[in-house]
């Protein structure tokens, strides 16, 4: 994998983390500022409007970066045979935590030790 692709995927490999935190804030101050809101009866809330998308987009990455890293843990030489099983049930169940790691360890780590050609 080449560096570009490497960062690249680095970045969508962190929005997830991101992402929660935002969540978290977006219902922490909805729910400081229940009172406050002026909103027609029946609409939506703005912020509503807002995370809805953006949930459902970063659910949909989380789908498509499990593939990546799978896929990339069956392909690589750079994980030992018989730890494959294992890391592939730590990036499915600990996926937000574990992708990060495994991406340094696994992705990062051989580009960096690999001679300039």
Known sequence: MTKAK?????????????????FMASFFISFLTM????????????MFKIILPLHLLTMLEMF???AIYIIHLFKTESV??????????????G???????????????PIKSAPAA
């Open 35 to 46: 009172g406050q809101q002026h909103q027609p009866p029946g609409g939506m809330p703005l």
């Open 95 to 109: 996926n937000i935590l574990a992708m990060p790691i495994y991406w340094y360890l696994y992705i990062w780590k």
């Open 64 to 66: 498509g970066l499990m």
């Open 6 to 22: 490497a960062i690249t995927l680095a970045v969508f490999t962190v929005w997830p983390f991101l992402y929660m935190i935002l």
């Open 80 to 93: 030992a045979s018989d730890k494959k099983a294992l890391w592939a049930v730590v990036l499915f169940m």
